[in-house]
């Protein structure tokens, strides 16, 4: 589909086609960093739902002094090593060398390539992608995980709510496996009514959260961003890829998880606090959050 007259009208649009960026999607990380540093002390990042590629464009762009330096060391040892067909490398003794790739980009969709980022054609909950993006990151966690996916809009705000808030929930899961100490992650949310919720949840596992609207959003567009930082993992637990409110027995599903998983998982999932107890609750901000009083919880969670 061909751009629109008011695309073609619009500054961020011009100024991306001026610069060379793949869509003008890429001001709108350029503004989120701008006001949150979010590249200040980040050697690494990965980037989701990554189609065209603008923010990757972006991410290789500010982390160009580190992927000059890989690019110089690998030469400087090309003699001493042996490259397999795969990129990977092995010295002398025959160790395998990972190779740290700085950035790296995931999309279902095929993607031309672009300098200094690795491409993985995959889907955000699948296992064997995690496992690449792990891979590709050559045994380091990412400092930042940014995504700026959307469903396609239908028009029918609870539902297109609904699905973006699906695909945010894979984001996160994703972002929880490889995602280092402290790390930051950013990801495109519709802002609704549902703001609250996905606020606390964050905030269960960092210090800073925040959601802001950057200058290049279109004013008509509920889109805002949401940026997380000091990312804080929670002692014992592993994040869950697969949605459980998708499965076919919701109950068996939880039932299959451990202790942890029971507390946490639902509540990202949905906001089910059937894990939590209600001091917990009332202490993180969970019960305001989703517009509980006392006697509500006791109804929903004790009976």
Same mark, same amino acid.
């Given at each position: ?19 060379? /960026?793949?869509?003008?999607? !890429? ?33 290789? #762009? ?22 397999? %067909? ?9 160790? $395998? ?17 672009? *300098?200094?980022?690795? @491409? $993985? ?10 496992? !690449? $993006? @792990? ?8 400092? =930042? ?7 396609? #809009? ?11 808030? +699906?695909?945010?929930?894979? !984001? ?8 280092? *100490? ?6 495109? $949310?519709?802002?609704?009514?549902? @703001?609250?919720?996905?606020?606390? +949840? ?12 950057? %200058?290049?959003?279109? %004013? ?12 804080? %993992? #929670? ?14 027995? /919701? ?8 202790? @942890? ?5 639902? =509540? ?36």
């Amino acid at each position: 589909m061909g751009k629109t007259n008011s695309d073609q009208r619009d500054v961020y649009y011009r100024k991306a086609k001026e610069i060379g /960026y793949r869509a003008r999607s !890429a001001f709108k990380l350029l503004h989120c960093d701008e006001k949150y540093k979010l590249f200040d002390g980040v050697d690494t990042v990965v980037d989701l739902c990554s189609a065209p590629g603008s923010w990757s464009q972006v991410c290789a #762009v500010k982390l160009e002094e580190y992927i000059t330096q890989d690019r110089k060391e690998m030469a400087s040892t090309q003699e001493s090593m042996f490259m397999f %067909p795969n990129g990977a490398q092995c010295d002398a003794t025959g160790k $395998i060398i990972p190779q740290r790739h700085r950035v790296v980009s995931v999309d279902l969709q095929d993607m031309s390539p672009i *300098p200094g980022v690795h @491409i $993985i054609k995959g889907d955000i909950t699948e296992e064997d992608t995690i496992k !690449a $993006i @792990i891979n590709a990151l050559g045994g380091h966690k990412a400092g =930042l995980v940014v995504c700026d996916g959307a469903p396609d #809009v239908t028009g029918f705000h609870n539902f297109d709510e609904f699905m973006q808030g +699906q695909l945010l929930y894979a !984001a996160f899961s994703t972002a929880l496996n490889v995602l280092r *100490p402290g790390g930051s992650f950013i990801s495109k $949310i519709f802002k609704a009514r549902h @703001i609250n919720l996905i606020l606390a +949840q964050m905030k269960l596992f960092f210090s800073f959260v925040d959601c802001y609207k950057p %200058p290049s959003s279109r %004013p008509d567009s509920c889109e805002h961003f949401l940026v997380c930082k000091d990312f804080k %993992p #929670v002692e014992g637990f592993t994040p869950c890829l697969k949605n459980p409110i998708l499965s076919k027995n /919701y109950e068996r599903t939880l039932a299959s998880y451990t202790p @942890i998983q029971k507390k946490y998982v639902p =509540l990202l999932a949905c906001g089910d606090l059937s894990g939590w107890d209600k001091k917990e609750a009332i202490d993180k901000g969970l019960m305001d959050a989703l517009g509980l009083n006392d006697d509500a919880f006791e109804k929903i969670f004790m009976t």
